[in-house]
């Protein structure tokens, strides 16, 4: 069974930092585009970033380039958001999502970012 | 970037009758390897997306078969044929054919 178990979501000052993580299992992670898609409250979706198979090529909305840095351990089955310069318009529920001919197949369950003073 | 349009926004619907969601792209979304990389995802109250359909009209395993997606080029649409009470929720298209990707703003579906 394919499972994407996020973490690292928390309450953090406008400016601030966070770490997310998402550990994969059930599937060969090593083969697969990966990446987090964001939903507001009460809103929808929106694509944040992905990043390659072997994690040498990323790329990012506008609103978080610059600030967010996405990377990968395929020996650990793993994808981390460095999350830097938070924003109130950052707080949301942060998916991981593995990405596959066109489509986004898995999802985990989320973890909620909260920007707030 | 590519807009996908969903209608409509809100969907009441009766138990068992049919409903049925429309999504439009500004552009063509067939993809130069001949596909159509249109996607249906559900969300269900306080859980994450699941995929429903994928390439317009192929079904995720374990969807009833009571969903089906057809369409071609920018026109799209998902049906749900008998309408259970566990198909309330919020229904959004993708594109994955243009980078960046693109969802359509989400089709909240609920029970008259």
């Known amino acids: 069974e394919v499972q994407l178990v996020e973490s690292g979501g928390g309450l953090v000052q406008p400016g601030g930092s966070l770490r997310l993580s998402c550990a994969a299992s059930?599937?060969?992670?090593?083969?697969?585009?990966m990446g987090w898609v964001r939903q507001a409250p009460g809103k929808g979706l929106e694509r944040v970033a992905n990043?390659?198979?072997?994690?040498?090529?990323?790329s990012y909305v506008d609103s978080v380039k610059g600030r967010f840095t996405l990377s990968r351990n395929n020996a650990k089955d793993s994808l981390y958001l460095q999350m830097d310069s938070l924003r109130p318009e950052d707080t949301a529920v942060y998916y991981c999502?593995?990405?596959?001919?066109?489509?986004?197949?898995?999802w985990g369950q989320g973890t909620l970012v909260t920007v707030s003073s | 970037d590519v807009v996908m349009t969903q209608s409509p926004l809100s969907l009441p619907v009766t138990l068992g009758q049919p409903a049925s969601i429309s999504c439009r792209s500004s552009?063509?979304?067939?993809?130069?390897?001949?596909?159509?990389?249109l996607t249906w995802f559900q969300q269900r109250p306080g859980q994450s997306p699941r995929r429903l359909i994928y390439k317009v009209s192929d079904r995720d395993s374990g969807v009833p078969d009571r969903f089906s997606g057809s369409g071609s080029g920018t026109d799209f649409t998902l049906k749900i044929s008998r309408v259970e009470a566990e198909d309330v929720g919020v229904y959004y298209c993708?594109?994955?054919?243009?980078?960046?990707?693109?969802f359509g703003q989400g089709t909240k579906v609920e029970i008259k």
């Open positions: 552009q063509s979304l067939v993809h130069s390897d001949g596909n159509t990389y």
């Open positions: 999502a593995s990405l596959l001919r066109g489509s986004y197949p898995h």
């Open positions: 059930g599937f060969s992670f090593s083969n697969y585009l």
């Open positions: 990043i390659k198979q072997d994690g040498s090529e990323s």
């Open positions: 993708l594109q994955g054919t243009h980078w960046p990707w693109t």
